[in-house]
């Protein structure tokens, strides 16, 4: 294994499944299931196809970033208007990314094993590895995804194929029985979901070799697979009526899944699953604002992870009800974080066009 602070595109890949994927099958699922109910799929599946896209765009940018952090190639390549422009908000997504996650992976720890631990404890006691991850480096947190995503995927398919005897697909219909715009709110929250694939843009220089277009498309296939799959099982075990109810419709399913006639409580794997998710998604936000704000010597970077792991638990002991956290989530985040990161999504590819032409009169010009 080389050993150049860089990781391999299969390690690159699997850090964005965890990232990404923990969002995708926990927090928005509630999210699409309360807005579109049985027509939630449908939202995925058609959201999917402009997704599809979009990543082409992120794919074409990443071929002119020539696997240059993104700040360094946007000073290059733009003026210092622009590069604020898109590095701020990149900076506040991916605070809020690690904070949600936080909150969430907090507020399940309590409802459902730690009840009686207080919940700065919790979050405390996951921000610590956290920070000390994001400061060891991308290579260690790398090894570590690799380490853990096989048993995350291995228990991911326990429990959708143990539960298949108690999953009834015909509940996934009939569909629009409330028309369209059920549906079209769904597309909003499964967007918002999805295009947290530009971490995978703002990671690429890490990697030994430059991704292309076929990673970008794998990780959509990945992504919207990792959506589908939860989403229709609480529909198909709970019904499209009570998995609207639910907080956690994925925890949920965990709950029905025996083994044999002597093994049941089986959701205590679903704890290693979430964790795993949680930890390598806070760890990879820590590392990534490390890098926008430009802070890579190690002794300076102490006192940003500090302030980054210290200003989330501060934030997570404010008096806030879940419902009103789920209210921020639907009303102002999702909606939010989609608008914003196709912004910036067109504004580099803007950059990406214009570079493209420069080089094609320079060429012309020799």
């Not at 459902?112 to 400061?135: D, G, K, S």
């Not at 399913?253 to 930890?279: C, H, M, P, V």
Request: charged residues 10%; contains cysteine; proline residues 5%.
């Amino acid at each position: 294994m080389k050993v150049d602070g860089k990781i391999g595109i299969g390690q690159a890949i699997m850090m964005i499944m965890l990232t990404v994927g923990i969002t995708n099958h926990v927090t928005v699922i509630p999210l699409l299931l309360s807005k579109a109910g049985r027509d939630s799929w449908v939202s995925v599946l058609l959201t999917a196809i402009p997704f599809t896209f979009w990543a082409i765009i992120l794919a074409f940018i990443n071929r002119r970033l020539k696997q240059q952090p993104l700040s360094v190639w946007l000073t290059r390549n733009s003026s210092k208007l622009v590069s604020y422009i898109v590095v701020t908000p990149l900076i506040l997504a991916l605070y809020l990314m690690a904070l949600v996650s936080l909150i969430d992976t907090q507020t399940w720890t309590t409802v459902n094993y730690l009840p009686r631990t207080p919940e700065w404890v919790t979050a405390f006691a996951l921000i610590v590895f956290c920070v000390i991850a994001a400061h060891r480096g991308i290579a260690p947190l790398g090894i570590t995804a690799g380490m853990l995503l096989p048993a995350v995927a291995i228990l991911g398919f326990l429990v959708a194929f143990g539960n298949v005897p108690k999953k009834d697909y015909s509940l996934l219909l009939p569909l629009f029985q409330h028309g369209y715009t059920p549906m079209l709110h769904g597309m909003i929250y499964a967007g918002g979901g999805f295009v947290e694939l530009f971490v995978l843009l703002l990671l690429q220089h890490h990697v030994r070799a430059q991704l292309r277009l076929t990673h970008y498309i794998l990780l959509v296939f990945i992504i919207v697979m990792l959506t589908l799959s939860p989403l229709t099982g609480a529909i198909a075990e709970f019904g499209p009526i009570e998995s609207t109810h639910q907080r956690f419709p994925a925890f949920e399913q965990w709950r029905l899944l025996t083994i044999g006639k002597d093994i049941e409580n089986t959701e205590f794997f679903a704890i290693y699953q979430w964790l795993s998710g949680s930890f390598v998604r806070i760890s990879l936000c820590y590392l990534l604002i490390c890098e926008l704000l430009q802070v890579r010597s190690y002794a300076k970077k102490w006192p940003l992870l500090l302030f980054l792991g210290g200003s989330m638990i501060m934030i997570t002991s404010f008096p806030f009800s879940d419902m009103e956290f789920v209210s921020f989530l639907s009303k102002v985040y999702y909606p939010l974080f989609l608008v914003v990161i196709l912004a910036i999504s067109l504004i580099l590819g803007g950059v990406a066009l214009r570079q493209s032409s420069r080089q094609e009169d320079t060429g012309h010009e020799s």
